[in-house]
């Protein structure tokens, strides 16, 4: 039995896809105009994949959002500075790569996944109080939805809102850290 | 959670594998047989020690080697084994671990698979590489080390097979050998939250575990149990991890604390152990053990509990056991020893605490995240089982002191000061206005306290208490009576200890008022008439209460005197009847005398000498008309005394009778916290006149 010995080729490709090329790591959140691009090997499968992972790490935002809430009104000093880092390092890795315009997997459907998930992920440096990662998470938003107001987000976690308004009430809480 | 079972389709998988090694290679090959095992080892690792050991036991006999043989056998190999065999010594070693908690074994399996670290950019040795040191670290009780490998376990495994798991599943290829680790996916799930669930648990690792609260949220979205093909619902920890999860969020929790949250879950089912070998078994040894464990166990969650909130949950549940032991010793009539560091004015304390933050501040004590009504909620349950506590440890007391010992005094003195501390905590936040953080039942409860101060007070001193202790019991029947006035044994307490002090004769002065509050309940009332539970009995008692000699068969007669009262009646009748009869002679002698009397007024005027009148003669002296008329007077008198009389019993005996045959009421508030005349009981308690605090 030689499982995981040597990948097949198959699989090797489909993790290429997964990827879209784009695994390594890059700059978080690339300055890049907010048009939106389709290109055709992103659609079908390779999109569905995509989507799943960015509605996923949403969903992880908000429980690593409440645990370090929880850590942080137990005043769990020593808790914070064992799950912090892991966080910082999956921000960093994970969600800027599902993040990434420069993936190839990029595609109007989404948008709206990516507005949730530069909220999700706001509110996780904000939490952690990543001042700097917060404005720039700030600037990011911005500059990709700047004709996207009346977008629905869920920001503040747990409600939705346009977001223009989410906007708001991040920049408003910002001021917390 | 048998992980013996299930997997079938990887078990299935195992055993080709196996048989096609077998079948290919030399019994000589055995090692490499085991070899293929040990690469599915992530499908059984988490198997309880008797099933693994099984499990292995079996991989013995088809290979013809044991497992102990295969290490030894590894071991010996001189050149550099390779990266997929230094991996499989590792995995083999920690199976030896965990079958027999060999720590020996758990240092050659760290050992192994720190040979790996050069080799660790393949998901699977960094799996066993974070697995094995995640159960060392648990082996030594580092809460931090564990921690940090768990969590250095999935977002350096887990999150990165994910995608690629997902891939391989939507295209049918998640059951196909050829595409790796990633493959793994719904068994690591299963292994770490055992791990970190059952695991750490066992391993006495109580605290330090919060920041793992996010891998049980991570594993509860959508994750754990999610495969019911590769692992069967039955045999996955999912609705272990659903259970922990909703109590991690839910308003029994700590802010969100694991540690607490597992530590509570364990002394629950410790408690839960107790209690079944305390309903089977009596205060055997294996059940006085069970206790102490189970007591144990919620001193280590109390130990988590940084907030409110969870001292809450643990006194909550603290005191059902306390509660629980005390009905124990009653039934049973034993008093085993056993220590319990658990006191319900501690309870009480953090009552007060939490009531104190009743304007805003309740948030800051764990329940911001729930609400003000899991806050209410959470206060009102404590108060039911301080309620509950109290009341058991009482009723045993009082159960102890009648039963006349030398201990008696101080059992009953026992049984008073408990029920007088619930009265305290009762008159501080519920006598003077509603409150809506103290239960409904919390006034049925202050009728039952009273009573039982009562009750002990009665029995004091082999039942002749001083008078001022008579005074004492009087007050809180009176009490009690205001509080509930439905209990008919109550009326007749009183009345006894109204005889005590010779004053049976106030019976009715004192207990007037509570009749006439009770016919004049606007709530009562509206109750009645809107056919709610248990209307048509509360209108029994009602009318019966609207009677005095209805009150008086309450204090003075019982079920046993109905046949004499309603004989008493018959009796009545009777002497009316006897009355009525002899009205009856009265009056025809009255109407004879008249007669004689105008017929001697006609006749002739009388000779000078009288006739002899003959002494023997057998007619009775007649008595003259204004004897007759006097006498008549007497028993037309007495007939209406008897008339009212009977009028007055044919009304309130059936009236008696039918509140006799009100059975359960009491009984039904007492075991039902939630039964709705609770509710009633405390309107009607805000009815009567204002009562002073304490």
Redesign the interface.
């Known amino acids: ?5 040597h ?2 080729a ?2 090797g490709a ?2 290429a ?2 990827c879209g090329g784009g695994c390594a790591t890059g700059e978080y959140y690339e300055s890049r105009p907010a048009v939106i691009e389709s290109r055709s090997h992103a659609d079908g ?1 390779v999109l ?2 995509r989507k ?2 960015m509605r ?1 790490a949403q ?2 935002l908000v ?2 959002r ?2 370090l ?3 942080r ?2 005043r ?1 000093a ?3 500075d ?2 912090a880092p ?1 966080v910082r ?2 921000l960093g890795d ?1 969600v800027s790569e599902l993040l990434s315009r420069e993936s190839g997997a990029w595609h109007p459907e989404l948008v709206p996944l990516d507005a949730n998930l530069l909220f999700a992920a706001a509110a996780v440096r904000m939490e952690l109080g990543d001042r700097l990662e917060l404005e720039r998470l700030i600037g990011e938003i911005e500059q990709r939805f700047q004709d996207s107001q009346s977008l629905l987000v869920e920001y503040p976690i747990g409600e939705q809102s346009t977001l223009g308004q989410a906007l708001e009430a991040l920049k408003r809480e910002r001021w917390k850290i | 959670m048998a992980w013996n079972g299930g997997m079938a389709n990887l078990g299935t998988r195992i055993a080709v594998v196996a048989w096609v090694v077998c079948a290919l290679a030399a019994p000589s090959r055995a090692s490499e047989t085991w070899s293929a095992y040990l690469d599915y080892a992530f499908v059984y690792s988490s198997a309880e020690p008797k099933a693994l050991r099984e499990r292995l036991e079996g991989y013995a006999r088809e290979t013809g080697m044991t497992l102990e043989e295969f290490r030894s056998d590894r071991r010996q190999e001189g050149a550099d084994p390779g990266e997929a065999e230094r991996r499989r010594l590792a995995v083999a070693h920690l199976l030896d671990y965990l079958t027999t908690g060999s720590a020996e074994s758990l240092t050659s399996a760290v050992r192994a698979v720190d040979a790996l670290e050069d080799r660790l950019t393949r998901h699977e040795n960094r799996y066993w590489y974070h697995y094995i040191r995640a159960h060392e670290a648990l082996h030594y009780g580092d809460a931090k080390r564990f921690v940090n490998e768990v969590l250095a376990l999935w977002f350096g495994v887990i999150v990165e097979l994910e995608a690629p798991y997902e891939t391989y599943q939507t295209l049918s290829l998640d059951h196909s050998a050829r595409v790796g680790f990633a493959a793994a996916i719904p068994y690591l799930y299963e292994n770490i939250a055992r791990l970190v669930l059952i695991r750490s648990q066992q391993m006495g690792l109580h605290a330090g575990l919060d920041p793992l609260a996010v891998v049980i949220r991570f594993l509860g979205d959508g994750r754990l149990g999610a495969y019911p093909d590769a692992i069967p619902a039955e045999a996955s920890a999912r609705e272990y991890l659903e259970r922990v999860l909703a109590r991690l969020e839910g308003p029994e929790s700590d802010g969100g604390s694991l540690s607490f949250t597992l530590a509570l879950f364990e002394a629950a089912k410790h408690h839960d152990r107790a209690r079944g070998l305390l309903a089977s078994e009596g205060f055997s040894e294996a059940t006085l053990d069970a206790v102490r464990v189970s007591i144990g166990a919620y001193e280590t969650a109390l130990r988590q509990a940084r907030t409110l909130q969870g001292q809450t949950a643990v006194y909550t549940r603290v005191l059902r056991q306390l509660g629980e032991l005390y009905a124990a010793r009653q039934r049973l009539g034993e008093d085993p020893k056993l220590d319990v560091p658990f006191r319900i004015d501690r309870a009480k304390e953090i009552f007060a605490a939490l009531h104190e933050a009743r304007d805003g501040e309740w948030g800051r004590h764990g329940y911001l995240e729930h609400g003000r009504e899991a806050y209410v909620r959470a206060l009102r349950g404590l108060w039911e089982e301080i309620q509950e506590a109290t009341f058991n440890a009482a009723e045993y007391y009082l159960a102890e002191g009648l039963r006349d010992g030398q201990r008696a005094n101080e059992d009953l003195n026992a049984a008073a000061r408990f029920y007088a501390g619930y009265l305290e905590l009762f008159d501080t936040y519920a006598a003077d206005q509603p409150n809506e953080l103290v239960p409904e039942s919390a006034y049925f409860a202050a009728y039952w306290a009273s009573k039982g101060v009562g009750d002990a007070i009665l029995h004091f001193a082999g039942g002749n208490p001083s008078t001022r202790q008579l005074e004492e019991a009087i007050a809180h029947y009176e009490r009690a009576l205001r509080l509930f006035p439905f209990d008919r044994k109550l009326w007749a307490a009183l009345a006894l200890a109204l005889e005590r002090q010779g004053r049976e004769s106030q019976f009715l002065r004192v207990t007037k008022p509570v009749a006439e509050r009770v016919a004049r309940s606007a709530s009562l009332d509206t109750w009645i008439r809107q056919g709610r539970k248990d209307a048509r009995a509360l209108d029994v008692l009602r009318r019966a209460l609207s009677e005095d000699l209805v009150i008086l068969y309450f204090g003075f007669a019982d079920a046993s005197r109905l046949d004499e009262l309603e004989r008493g009646l018959e009796e009545l009748r009777a002497r009316r009847d006897a009355l009525t009869t002899e009205m009856a002679e009265l009056e025809r002698r009255l109407e004879a005398l008249r007669n004689e009397r105008a017929a001697l007024a006609n006749e002739p005027p009388l000779p000078a000498s009288l006739p002899a009148v003959s002494s023997t003669s057998s007619e009775p002296p007649r008595s003259g008309i204004p004897e007759l008329t006097r006498r008549l007077e007497e028993l037309v008198r007495a007939q209406e005394r008897l008339d009212r009389q009977i009028e007055a019993r044919e009304q309130a005996l059936p009236l008696f009778r039918e509140a006799l045959d009100v059975e359960g009421l009491v009984e039904a508030l007492l075991t039902q916290r939630d039964h709705p005349v609770h509710g009633l009981v405390r309107r009607m308690a805000f009815e009567s006149e204002p009562r002073s605090r304490r």
């Open positions: 039995m030689t499982h995981g010995r990948t097949p198959l699989a489909i993790l896809l997964a499968q569905a994949q799943l992972k996923r969903r992880d429980h690593l409440a645990t809430q929880n850590l009104r137990h769990d020593a808790g914070l064992r799950l892991f390092t999956y994970y």
